[in-house]
């Protein structure tokens, strides 16, 4: 199984930028679906991104469309998230998770593993 370790999260303005990483070990993530999703203070957890296994065209939430980018790196072990233009109603905890699929997932319940979390804050 892969275990999964999220970083690059902190507090940032609206309008700036971070790129959060998740790397990967104990498996290969070219055998995953990756996929990053949020979880906000008093929200449930909502897809934000998916890369298929067969690295076709990455899927995004509508509001997050135009301002961030989901990117892995098979021969690295690692999926990265970058976000622009951050708006306040981006802060939650980000979590990286694989799931056993070829196409992206968009459904937390299929994902089976998952990484601690990192915090992104965007004060306005």
């Known amino acids: 199984q892969v275990q999964l370790v999220e970083s690059g999260g902190g507090l940032v303005q609206a309008g700036d930028s971070l790129r959060l990483s998740c790397a990967a070990s104990?498996?290969?993530?070219?055998?995953?679906?990756m996929g990053w999703f949020r979880r906000a203070p008093g929200k449930e957890r909502e897809f934000v991104a998916g890369?298929?296994?067969?690295?076709?065209?990455?899927y995004y939430a509508e509001f997050v469309k135009g301002r961030i980018t989901i990117s892995r790196d098979n021969a690295k072990n690692a999926v990265s998230l970058q976000m622009n233009s951050l708006k306040p109603e981006d802060t939650a905890v980000y979590y990286c998770a694989a799931a056993e699929s070829w196409g992206v997932v968009r459904t937390a319940r299929e994902y089976g593993y998952w990484g601690q979390g990192t915090q992104v804050t965007v004060s306005s």
């Open positions: 890369s298929s296994r067969s690295r076709s065209s990455p």
């Open positions: 104990g498996r290969t993530i070219s055998t995953y679906s």
